[in-house]
């Protein structure tokens, strides 16, 4: 079937068959224009009906828009053809007859709701933005994985039914499983951490994360994309070197192969981050967000940042940022802790001017510390001993971060909301499709 000629490179001189959806339909008397789309651009076809046979006429403007149809002819220079091309049709094949009334418009022309474009994918991503973000979701996760094997780590795919959770209970999507209790994974932290003890040393991986959010919000998702990272003999700045450079290997393979895509969101001032990342306190952090008189009550040392605080720092700094030295409190217990001052963790986050987009740290790989930190967070360390287990067989220092695929998309892309990121979204409404 794939002997088509993709409508960019039909070249004057030729005979071609090329194959696509019917964008739109020009009829301007003695003379008519079918546009052609597929995945690489649009082709005008010329219909001259007086020179034309009357059933190859009928056959290509008496089709309704977004039917699937093959032409094939010659192709001609025409300085007038939207392309500079067009097709003079010799035949045109029905494949797929649409409905002539359509839940949204391919063409973009009409604006339809999230909802609408989120129930009709496939017409939705006929348009131009919405095939962009795709392309550039795609190019971002090739460039990912690119960065992670030159920092010499290795894909791995960890489960995504378990037995136990690690992000805190309130958030696991509970199964049953051959009768048991299990939990849909809300982050393969346990799992990478165990792997990076292995031969391995240094691991990726971008898989699916599930979590049970309270609330439907434009930057939360109930399944949402992890690209996690995880690296033996690794400290927590190593940690963020390794995450800086693979959030700017993103922004720069999009910058260097993206221009049309770019271009269709109307995002002609893309910039690459400039680095290194400031990397900011907690301590300081708080301080700089009192002091932007933004928020109604200042914080004081144990606080999580609110979302109004986030952004009010995010415009202070302006650009991509790290917050270090985290209260040990409000870190989870696989973070380590800082040697000399058993209250600051070695966990950070790393912030896009409009919200977090990782969390990371160095991992507490000492045993016995480990299940305090277990206790400590109220966590029945006999729930985790196929992970504490391994703890006593040479576990080394080690640390990674998690990174959520679609907020770095939607932030990349100045996109209101994270459902533009993802095909399919699922949140508290959305099961299907
Ligand atoms: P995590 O570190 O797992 O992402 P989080 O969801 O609290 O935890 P963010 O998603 O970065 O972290 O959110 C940061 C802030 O956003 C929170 O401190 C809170 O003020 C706000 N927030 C988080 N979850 C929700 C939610 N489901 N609904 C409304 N606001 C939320
Ligand atoms: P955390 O829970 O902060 O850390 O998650 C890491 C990153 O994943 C993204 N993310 C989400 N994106 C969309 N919708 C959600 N519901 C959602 N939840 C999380 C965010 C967030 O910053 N185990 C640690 C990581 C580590 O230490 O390696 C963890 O999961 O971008």
Redesign the pocket.
């Known amino acids: 079937m794939d002997d088509r000629t993709y409508t960019a490179e039909a070249t004057p001189g030729e005979t071609v068959t090329v194959a696509g959806w019917v964008h739109e339909i020009r009829d301007l008397g003695g003379i008519a224009f079918l546009i052609l789309r597929d995945t690489t651009g649009r082709i005008q076809v010329k219909f001259e009906k007086d020179e034309m046979d009357d059933e190859l006429v009928e056959m290509g403007l008496g089709v309704s828009r977004e039917s699937v149809v093959a032409v094939t002819g010659d192709v001609k220079e025409e300085p007038r053809a939207p392309t500079d091309v067009e097709v003079v049709p010799e035949s045109v094949e029905v494949l797929s007859r649409a409905d002539t009334e359509l839940p949204l418009d391919p063409t973009g022309k009409v604006d339809a709701e999230l909802s609408t474009r989120l129930d009709n994918r496939t017409l939705d991503l006929r348009r131009e933005a919405g095939q962009a973000i795709f392309s550039i979701r795609s190019e971002v996760q090739a460039a990912v994985r690119e960065a992670f094997r030159e920092a010499d780590a290795t894909e791995i795919n960890t489960p995504k039914i378990v037995a136990t959770g690690t992000?805190?209970g309130t958030?696991l999507f509970p199964i049953t499983y051959f009768g048991r209790e299990a939990f849909m994974n809300q982050s393969p932290q346990l799992f990478k951490q165990l792997i990076a003890g292995s031969n391995l040393e240094r691991v990726f991986e971008i898989g699916p994360i599930f979590?049970a959010?309270?609330?439907?919000?434009p930057?939360?998702l109930n399944e949402a994309t992890s690209i996690d990272f995880e690296g033996a003999f690794c400290d927590h700045n190593d940690a963020m070197d390794v995450c800086e450079s693979v959030v700017v290997a993103a922004y720069e393979a999009v910058a260097e192969n993206c221009a049309e895509e770019l271009d269709a969101l109307g995002l002609d001032e893309f910039e690459v981050p400039d680095t290194p990342f400031p990397r900011i306190s907690y301590e300081e952090a708080i301080e700089r967000i009192n002091a932007t008189g933004e928020l109604d009550e200042q914080l004081v040392w144990g606080d999580?940042?609110?979302?109004?605080?986030?952004k009010a720092l995010g415009n202070d700094v302006g650009g991509h940022y790290f917050i270090t030295d985290w209260p040990a409190e409000i870190k989870p217990f696989y973070i380590m802790d800082h040697d000399d001052d058993e209250t600051l963790s070695t966990g950070f986050?790393m912030m896009h001017p409009r919200?977090?987009l990782v969390?990371g740290g160095q991992r507490e790989h000492r045993r016995e510390e480990l299940i305090a930190g277990f206790e400590a967070q109220g966590l029945d360390p006999e729930a985790f001993e196929y992970y504490t287990k391994m703890f006593k067989y040479g576990m080394p220092p080690h640390a990674g971060w998690g990174l959520?695929a679609e907020?770095l998309i939607m932030t990349m892309l100045d996109l209101d909301n994270i459902r533009e990121a993802v095909l399919f979204p699922r949140d508290r409404q959305r099961l299907s499709p």
């Open positions: 992000e805190g958030e979590r959010e309270e609330h439907n919000t930057r939360h999580d940042l609110p979302t109004e605080g986030e986050d919200m977090e969390s959520g907020r």
